[in-house]
Structure formats: structure tokens, C-alpha cells
């Protein structure tokens, strides 16, 4: 029988739990456009009390550097009007502009925006701002949430402003690449997971772990795909590959232990789970994460999801029950 996308999406079905991520960003959702602005302000802030991002790096600052200048030379007023556009997804040149950028550019955008914010360059949360009911049982909801559920949250949030340009040909006809990570911490050299030999698997880990991107990709068959959190999956090697260039980079993978059972076809179906750091914020926030592989009979990588776990515990729940 042939492997399908449908059924591998399946794959230890009964280990998942529903997360509290989607269920925190539909609270969010719901709130009036200030809201949502006054609620990214108040969390990233409590926030950095005890975390704070990396400083994204001039290369990255640059993709967002002429937004970011047209956005100091504004009044107060157009300042607010840009950021509401934004989080209403309206279609506007600038809202426009950042539908376009990659994950982590608007990710440093907004980085960048919060520093002049602080710094009293770019219009704050205006002073008479009442902060709602709304706006607090959304901040409650992410208090109880861990850190790595958390900065999933605002980047999650982060990444659904602006408007949509999906399916629009980018403006400028030259893609720019993707400036480089630094890794905040070095990745684990070895690849060592408790229960599991699995060549694909251990290959995959060390090859992101280099940011080697070509030798992970090569690790999939050609329909193969990889399914990130709350995410369709990602069909093909090119598709991947770019994926990870655009999103995988500098991340820090430490797979711990997991199960593999033989299909009657001659493949496997394998769990991990380990944790992840992100460069963003290093090893002072780990994702704790599972892995669900599908190696076809040949030992190439069918399906690979990513789902961020529910809670720490989870990293224990291999089996099925
Ligand atoms: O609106 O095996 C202000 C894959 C004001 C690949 C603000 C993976 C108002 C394969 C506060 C200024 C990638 C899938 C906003 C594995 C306002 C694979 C700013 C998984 C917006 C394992 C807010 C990787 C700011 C994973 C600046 C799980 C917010 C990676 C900044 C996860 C938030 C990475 C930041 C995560 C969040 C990174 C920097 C969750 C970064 C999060």
C-alpha cells in the first residue's frame, strides 16, 4: 500500500493532546485592534523581565530597514495608524510590504519597532489606554502558559499581520536571501537518542543541527513532507528546502527519547521527544517538542511532524495507552 500524506499525518494520533497555543491566539483573535496591540505590549514586556530576544543583527534589520525608516518619519498619529493596519491585516503599501517578509524578518521588524517604542521615537500604547477585560483574561491565559508556549504565541501573532500576500508575485522580482543566524549557543555535536537507531532520524538532527539544509532534504523521498506546528504539511524536497533555509536556521535541536514501531510494509513509525532552542532566544528558553517520522521501507523520510507538547510531561508520553 502506498504511503499517503493523509494517513502519516496520523501517526501516533493518540499521543497528541490539544495544545494551549491555538486556544491562547483565538483569545487574542477576538479583541479590537488596540486590544491586540496593548496585549503584545504588556506580554512582551512582562516578558522581558526574565527573557529577552537576541538583537536580530544588521543583515536582518536591513530587509526591514526602509519600512522602518518611512515609519520614524511619520507623525505619532500615522504611526498608530500604521501598526493598526497591520494587525488588521488591512491593504495598505506598508501592510503590504511586510505580508512579504519572511517569518524572521517580521519578527525583527517588530523587534526593532518595540526599541523605538521604548525609546520614545515611535508612538507607545497611548496614555489614556484602558487596558480591557479582554486584554486580561488574554495576558492570564499566557501567564499560565510556559516560556516556550509563550514566545510561540507572539511569534505566531507576529506572523499573521500584515496583509495577505500568499499567492501574490513579490514585488521585486529578486528574492533576497536569507541573512545568517548566529547560533546563540553551540548545537549539540552528537546525536544520541534513547531507544532510537534510526540512521534517517539521527542524520536529520546532526544535518540541522549544522543548518545543513541540502543533506537534510536529501534525507526525504521526493513526495515527501514536513508538517511544522499548526501548520499543513510542506509537500516536496524543494518546498522543504526552502522552508528550512527561510525558518530552520541557528535552531538548536536536543532530541531525547523516543519509540519506533515496524510498519507491515517495512517501514517505521517513530516519536521523539527532546527540546529546541531557537536563536532568537537561545538556550534561556527550550521548546519542548515531539517528532513523528514516517521512514519508508528504503530508509528515506516520508513525513515528519513538529508539534510543539502541551506540557513537560509530554515528553514522556511515547507509548500507546
Ligand atoms: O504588535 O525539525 C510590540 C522546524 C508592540 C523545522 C510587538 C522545527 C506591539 C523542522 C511589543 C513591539 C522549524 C519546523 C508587537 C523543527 C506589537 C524541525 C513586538 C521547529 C508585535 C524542530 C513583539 C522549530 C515581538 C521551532 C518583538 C518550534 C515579539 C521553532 C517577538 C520555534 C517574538 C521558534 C519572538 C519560536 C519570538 C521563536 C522573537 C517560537 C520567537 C519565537
Redesign the pocket.
Known amino acids: 500500500m502506498a504511503l499517503t500524506i493523509d494517513s502519516a499525518q496520523n501517526i501516533f494520533k493518540e499521543t497528541q493532546l490539544p495544545s494551549q497555543i491555538p486556544a491562547t491566539i483565538a483569545l487574542f483573535d477576538q479583541l479590537s485592534v488596540d486590544d ?3 496585549y ?2 504588556y ?3 512582562e516578558m522581558g523581565k526574565t527573557i529577552t ?1 537576541a538583537a536580530p543583527g544588521a543583515a536582518r534589520l536591513q530587509l526591514a530597514e526602509s519600512l522602518l525608516n518611512q515609519i520614524k518619519q511619520m507623525s505619532p498619529e500615522e504611526q498608530t495608524k500604521v ?1 493598526r493596519d ?2 488588521n491585516r488591512a491593504d495598505s503599501p506598508i501592510s503590504r510590504s511586510y505580508g512579504f517578509f519572511s517569518v524572521n524578518t517580521k ?1 525583527a521588524f ?2 526593532e ?2 526599541e523605538l ?1 521604548k525609546q520614545g521615537v515611535v508612538a507607545p ?1 497611548p496614555a489614556n489606554y484602558q487596558m480591557s477585560e479582554g486584554v486580561k483574561v488574554v495576558l492570564e491565559t499566557t501567564q499560565k502558559l510556559d516560556a ?1 508556549q509563550q ?2 504565541v ?5 506572523v499573521d ?1 500584515g496583509f495577505d500576500t500568499s499567492g501574490m508575485a513579490p514585488s521585486s522580482s529578486k528574492p533576497t536571501a536569507e541573512p545568517a543566524f548566529e547560533r546563540t549557543s553551540n548545537a549539540p555535536k552528537e546525536v544520541k537518542i534513547d531507544g532510537i537507531n534510526e540512521p534517517a532520524v539521527t542524520k ?2 546532526e544535518a ?1 543541527n549544522a543548518d545543513n539544509f541540502d543533506a537534510a532534504v536529501a534525507l526525504f523521498t521526493d513526495d515527501g513532507a ?4 499548526f ?1 499543513k504539511p510542506i509537500v516536496g524536497k524543494q518546498a522543504i528546502g526552502k ?2 533555509r527561510e ?2 536556521q541557528g ?1 538548536n ?1 536536543m532530541p531525547k527519547k523516543g519509540i519506533s514501531e515496524n510498519g507491515p510494509d517495512g517501514s517505521k513509525q517513530l516519536k521523539i521527544t527532546g527540546v ?1 532552542e ?1 536563536p ?2 537561545g538556550a534561556n ?1 527550550g ?1 519542548n ?1 515531539a ?1 513523528r517520522f514516517l521512514v519508508n521501507p528504503q530508509g528515506k523520510i516520508f513525513f ?1 511532524a ?1 508539534d ?1 507538547l502541551a506540557s513537560p510531561k509530554e515528553l514522556l508520553n511515547l507509548g500507546r495507552k
Not at 154 to 158: A, G, S
Not at 226 to 229: D, M
Open positions: 491586540k496591540l496593548a503584545l505590549w506580554a512582551y514586556t530576544p501598526m497591520l494587525a519578527l517588530w523587534f519597532l518595540g517604542m500604547i516556550g514566545i510561540t507572539l511569534r505566531n501573532t507576529v499581520m536529520y538532527i540541522m514536513l508538517q511544522p506546528p501548520h522552508y528550512m525558518e530552520a535552531l535541536m529546541v531557537t532568537w532566544f528558553v521548546m517538542i517528532w515528519v513538529i510543539m
